[in-house]
């Protein structure tokens, strides 16, 4: 959990500085409750049960939640580091709440923690076709790959990486991963 950022540090995050929308914070055993429901809800065919979201807290991810100020949570992203590589593990946002820019900030959240973690570069699999590549793109992902049939119905998954190295003139070689 030392890689959670602390409650002071949400006050620097786009999503904290908009009062319409909700705080981001670390996930606690509490939420695993509402995340494991929004699971079943968002990706009814391979939800992330209770036990998913305690492996992810006890392997030290970026599990991070947006709760309104109901206390009701509205998504979330997690977010594994390893080195130089960061892989967006998943991110959601629940269906009342879409298209309200809380995907963009917990994208932008994600991209800024897995820099501070040190990773390079962020990588993800989208499934073809989902809408979720759009916001990516717009977050400055990249397609490197397509990993055909990937999923168990045979869904294809794209791949696609992003630098997080933001200094000008650094190399951005070696972006491309073996699928
Ligand atoms: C994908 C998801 C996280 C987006 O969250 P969101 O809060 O609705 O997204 P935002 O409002 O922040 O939108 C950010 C950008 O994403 C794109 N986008 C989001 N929803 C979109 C949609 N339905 N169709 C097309 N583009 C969309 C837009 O480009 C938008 O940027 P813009 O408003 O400047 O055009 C959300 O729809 C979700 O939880 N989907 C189901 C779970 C899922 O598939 N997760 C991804 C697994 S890889």
Known sequence: MAQLRSSDEVA????AAASEIPQLQ???????????????????????????FVAELAAG?????AIDEHGQL?????VAVNGR???????????P???QGWGRALLSWACQQAEAAGA???LLEVRSGNTAEQLYRRAGFERIDV?????????????MVKSLVSRPGRSEGGLVRNA
């Open 74 to 78: 509205r998504g979330y992203v997690d």
């Open 26 to 52: 670390p996930a606690r055993w509490w939420h695993l409750a509402a995340l494991a429901q929004l699971e079943r809800e968002l990706f009814p065919a391979d939800p992330w049960s209770v036990e998913t």
């Open 97 to 99: 709440s879409a298209g």
């Open 12 to 15: 620097d995050t786009p999503m």
């Open 147 to 159: 990993r055909r049939r990937y999923y168990p119905d045979g869904g294809d998954a794209i791949v």
């Open 61 to 65: 991810r970026l599990l991070q939640v």
């Open 85 to 95: 590589d960061a892989d967006l593990m998943t991110i959601a946002v629940e269906r």
């Open 120 to 122: 390079e570069r962020m």
